[in-house]
């Protein structure tokens, strides 16, 4: 780590939040709306193996400030304020999470419960197969690392090693991402079944990896303060695929999820936050009246009142850091 980004966030941070000063950051912009994203809170560090998952003790801490600092209102009541042109009276963010995994029903549900904080949890609907035992592809592609660090791997004609393709030295990640579902597909069976990557992975805290099946899907849908919503199906990213398989991506993550828990899904937040103009058409055709992505990407979006912007918390910094980085996004994410 940096000598500058250390000191940061042992001195500058705690200093900034402990004094209050990170609130000028919010009276320094009109927007007045933010939603936050999480993906998934663990009782042990997790960073060794992957940066999606925050600390369950910092997590609490995060809801206290909410709580003390901001209006905290569910994804549908933000959409319908900023159709109607409601302004909020105070500074309001949304909490929102993605992927669907198990430490969601686990470890947040009750810390959002114990503070009442409504929640929008985006679900991958490979969730729903039959199986119950569904790896993200993110996941087996961190295990494929993490447990053959240093060696090189081959699937489908590609070698790799430590995450980056041996001959150009691309990263693994992104090469996966625009690949189009069926090569995608084989190319992370063979590195599952190859290298033995399920049962790598069970040698872990499930915490890190595990998804939630049907059931525990279910369960979490119940209370009142939960919205589920769809984060595709299986983590395609949706503007780098082909137009029919993104429909069918849309199409049938909402199927599934709505089988499930027997309420209408309304809302996406595209996976890596990548869509394109013609995507946004075919979500709102398939009934996707919420659309969320991380970052603007096209001219328009800004005017296009079906879609809005998150932040993603850091998993791998304090909680002062991350107070001064979500009052600032107000700036650049709010609305």
């Given at each position: 780590m940096k000598f500058t980004k250390l000191i940061a966030r042992k001195i500058v941070f705690p200093l900034v939040t402990y004094a209050g000063f990170e609130k000028c950051i919010l009276n320094q912009t009109s927007n007045n709306t933010l939603h936050v994203l999480y993906h998934g809170v663990v009782n042990n560090d997790a960073t060794f193996f992957t940066p999606r998952h925050m600390h369950v003790a910092q997590f609490e801490k995060h809801l206290r400030y909410f709580i003390k600092n901001f209006d905290i209102i569910s994804i549908n009541e933000a959409f319908e304020r900023y159709w109607s042109g409601y302004r909020n009276k105070k500074k309001t963010i949304t909490v929102s999470f993605d992927d669907g995994y198990r430490n969601n029903l686990t470890n947040a549900l009750p810390l959002l419960e114990k503070y009442k904080v409504k929640t929008t949890f985006f679900i991958s609907g490979l969730i729903t197969r039959n199986k119950g035992e569904e790896i993200l592809y993110s996941d087996i592609m961190d295990a494929a690392v993490y447990f053959y660090k240093d060696k090189t791997l081959s699937a489908s004609g590609v070698s790799f090693k430590n995450g980056h393709m041996a001959e150009s030295g691309r990263d693994i990640m992104d090469y996966l991402k625009h690949l189009q579902p069926e090569p995608r597909e084989n190319f992370l069976k063979e590195i599952s079944e190859k290298y033995q990557i399920a049962e790598k992975l069970k040698t872990l805290d499930p915490d890190i990896w595990r998804l939630m099946n049907k059931d525990e899907l279910l369960a979490l849908s119940k209370p009142e303060l939960v919205t589920i919503g769809s984060h595709g199906y299986a983590h395609y990213n949706l503007g780098l695929i082909s137009e029919a398989d993104a429909v069918k991506e849309l199409t049938s993550s909402k199927r599934a999820l709505e089988e499930v828990i027997g309420k209408n899904v309304n809302s996406v937040a595209y996976p890596d936050g990548c869509y394109s103009p013609a995507v946004k058409d075919m979500a709102g055709k398939a009934g996707y009246t919420m659309q969320l992505a991380v970052d603007y990407r096209f001219d328009g979006d800004r005017e296009d009142k079906r879609i809005l912007q998150r932040y993603g918390t850091s998993n791998t910094t304090t909680?002062?850091?991350?107070?001064?980085?979500?009052?600032?996004?107000?700036?650049?994410?709010?609305?």
């Open positions: 909680f002062e850091s991350n107070v001064f980085f979500i009052c600032k996004a107000f700036r650049n994410r709010g609305f």
